[in-house]
C-alpha cells in the first residue's frame, strides 16, 4: 500500500497562504485519484479537492473553489494543495488520500479513499 506523508501546515493569519505538500512512497499504478480532507474538531472527515489520474481533471469543493488549488508532480511523488485567502473557517487536520476508483471531480467521499497519511495541522488565526 502506498504511504502518504503531509506537510506544510502551520500557523497563518486570516487573509494569509499556505502550502501543503503529500509525499507518496510509489504512485499511482494502483491508484486511481488523490484527494486532500480535512477535519475540523467535532467534526467529519470533508473532502476539499481531488485529482484524477485518469484524465487530469480536478474538483473541489464549494467551500473551497477559488481559493484552493490542488496539483501534482508526478516527478516527485507529491500532491500539492496550495490554499489562499485562509480564514479560521478553515482551521483542522488536512489530509491527502488515495483511492482505487474514478470518482473524481464528480464526487470527493472518504469511503472511497483507502490510503491516508496521518495529516497536518492547519491553525488560522490571528
Known amino acids: 500500500q502506498v504511504q502518504l506523508v503531509e506537510s506544510g501546515g502551520g500557523l497563518v493569519q486570516p487573509g494569509g497562504s499556505l502550502r501543503l505538500s503529500c509525499a507518496a512512497s510509489?504512485?499511482?499504478?494502483?491508484?486511481?485519484?488523490i484527494a486532500w480532507f480535512r477535519q475540523a474538531p467535532g467534526k467529519e472527515h470533508e473532502g476539499l479537492a481531488c485529482f484524477s489520474n485518469r484524465d487530469y481533471s480536478t474538483g473541489y469543493a464549494d467551500s473551497v473553489k477559488g481559493r484552493f488549488t490542488i496539483s501534482t508532480d508526478n516527478a516527485k511523488n507529491t500532491v500539492y494543495l496550495q490554499m489562499n485567502n485562509l480564514t479560521p473557517e478553515d482551521t483542522a487536520v488536512y489530509y491527502c488520500?488515495?483511492?482505487?476508483?474514478?470518482?473524481?471531480?464528480?464526487?470527493?467521499?472518504?469511503?472511497?479513499?483507502?490510503?491516508w497519511g496521518r495529516g497536518t495541522q492547519v491553525t488560522v488565526s490571528s
Open positions: 510509489r504512485f499511482t499504478l494502483y491508484y486511481r485519484d
Open positions: 488520500a488515495a483511492s482505487i476508483y474514478y470518482k473524481c471531480p464528480e464526487k470527493i467521499s472518504v469511503t472511497d479513499y483507502d490510503a
